[in-house]
């Protein structure tokens, strides 16, 4: 049991570079969510899913795409990259129902040059 | 955005001492979290918190669920090495977001 898988780990991309952030749970979760971390400021919510076909913006979606076509995977797309969107990504997924409790993969570090 | 004010932002402890840590918030909760994040690695949950006024504990980790609705605290007791790390809390705003706050990093001097 894999639990949540992020891969990349590590990336460094250019200003304006595309990148699709991938995210796979082995769960049967039905919700899914991508975090990012910056120092000093926990865990902010970019989007969520609480199932296949449907999506919804977090606290910080701007610059950010999901889609969500298997309950599997949940893709976090960055179209054009900007070194604000330099941070540490998490994606988490939790069963549904309320107070479940989310599972974390452990992360992709992206830097943006 | 939201976040939760979470309390102190750094400590710095000897080897079996006791830990106290907290968070505010302005916005009620239903649901109260603590997760512990190791170095290169995500948040990964320690207590979880569902009614208020809850006093819950997971080894030597105890953790309360504030009657307001809007705060709680973790204690670890006698800490070890293995406790060092970033201490999160997080308010569980209606079936799964999560809002955190800032962290505790806690250092352990042996």
């Known amino acids: 049991n894999a639990g949540v898988t992020q891969t990349p780990k590590f990336q460094v991309l250019k200003t304006g570079q595309s990148m699709t952030l991938q995210c796979a749970q082995d769960m049967n979760h039905e919700y899914m969510s991508w975090y990012r971390q910056d120092p000093g400021m926990g865990l902010r919510l970019i989007h969520y899913?609480?199932?296949?076909?449907?999506?919804d913006q977090g606290e910080v979606p701007n610059g950010y795409n999901v889609s969500r076509s298997t309950t599997e995977d949940f893709p976090l797309r960055l179209l054009s990259a900007a070194p604000s969107q330099t941070s540490v990504y998490f994606c988490a997924s939790t069963m549904a129902g309320s107070n479940q409790p989310q599972h974390f993969g452990d992360g992709t570090r992206l830097s943006i040059l | 955005g939201q976040q939760l004010n979470q309390s102190p932002q750094s400590m710095f402890i000897q080897e079996g001492e006791d830990v106290s840590m907290n968070c505010t918030s302005s916005?009620?909760?239903?649901?109260w979290l603590w997760y512990k994040q190791d170095p290169g690695e995500g948040p990964v949950l320690l207590i979880a918190l569902y009614k208020a006024g809850e006093l819950t504990s997971n080894g030597r980790l105890t953790a309360q669920f504030g009657i307001t609705r809007k705060d709680s605290f973790l204690n670890i007791s006698a800490s070890i090495p293995s406790d060092v790390g970033i201490y999160f809390c997080a308010g569980l705003q209606g079936a799964q977001k999560l809002v955190f706050g800032q962290g505790t990093r806690l250092t352990i001097n042996p």
């Open positions: 899913s609480v199932g296949a076909g449907i999506t």
């Open positions: 916005s009620i909760f239903n649901t």
